[in-house]
């Protein structure tokens, strides 16, 4: 069964610091995609990563994909208190439209 | 605007009933999907149309029917709700990756409280 899996699941951090949230999966896929959800909102698009090696920036996050370690990464530069939110990493193994998303990381930033 | 637009955003109803979500997309995407959203955040993929084709039907209770009228329009039709059913449903949509992979423009959510 095809597990797309985060860590962690919750995290806590100070304003001005770096952190990063890990998103591992099961299967081939050469597309993963990152999105944003505020408390009671929809889900907002952050990054599609599509080949090996891809390196996505936007502000203070940055996302990675290493197709071969099945692992995408989003990194949180100098975290702020805008970017509490919770964070889905999503893959569409059989190229067919259907995403497999990841458990969700809630992240919140303290002031 | 260019969106993906449900109605309706809230959803109260009894056990037993009938219900009906809308879902329309003005971005000329050709796929349309339906996602559950439960209570602890996990989203899983109920269906999905592609130019008025059902092409992904995941293992839903039959009382669930999706209907596509048009490329624009996925509606999601629920009979005999249970308590179970209470969940957040997104539609979403997107193109063809041969146009472009841009992932999925989400809609704002129906959240569905059964009672």
């Known amino acids: 069964e095809l597990k797309v899996e985060q860590n962690p699941l919750f995290l806590s951090m100070q304003e001005g610091k770096n952190y990063t949230i890990y998103c591992n999966y099961s299967?081939?896929?050469?597309?993963l995609y990152w999105y944003r959800q505020d408390p009671g909102k929809s889900l907002e698009s952050l990054f599609v990563l599509l080949s090996n090696g891809a390196v996505k920036q936007e502000g203070r996050l940055m996302a990675s994909l290493d197709t071969k370690a099945r692992l995408s990464t989003l990194h949180i530069t100098a975290a702020v208190h805008d970017l509490s939110a919770t964070y889905f990493c999503a893959v569409d193994p059989s190229g067919t439209y259907k995403y497999i998303f990841g458990t969700g990381t809630r992240l919140k930033v303290l002031a | 605007d260019t969106a993906v637009s449900q109605t309706p955003k809230y959803l109260v109803t009894q056990m037993g009933n009938d219900k009906s979500i809308k879902c329309e997309q003005n971005?000329?995407?050709?796929?349309m999907y339906w996602y559950k959203q439960d209570s602890k955040k996990f989203l899983k993929i109920m269906f999905s149309?592609?130019?008025?084709?059902?092409?992904i039907n995941e293992t839903v209770p039959n009382r669930f029917s999706p209907k596509s009228p048009d490329k624009a329009h996925l509606n999601l039709h629920i009979n005999s709700l249970e308590l179970g059913d209470s969940a957040v449903y997104f539609c979403a949509s997107s193109q063809d990756v041969v146009r472009g992979d841009y992932g999925y423009t989400f809609g704002s959510g129906t959240r569905l409280t059964v009672v």
């Open positions: 149309y592609n130019n008025k084709e059902l092409i």
């Open positions: 971005l000329g995407h050709d796929t």
């Open positions: 299967t081939t896929s050469d597309r």
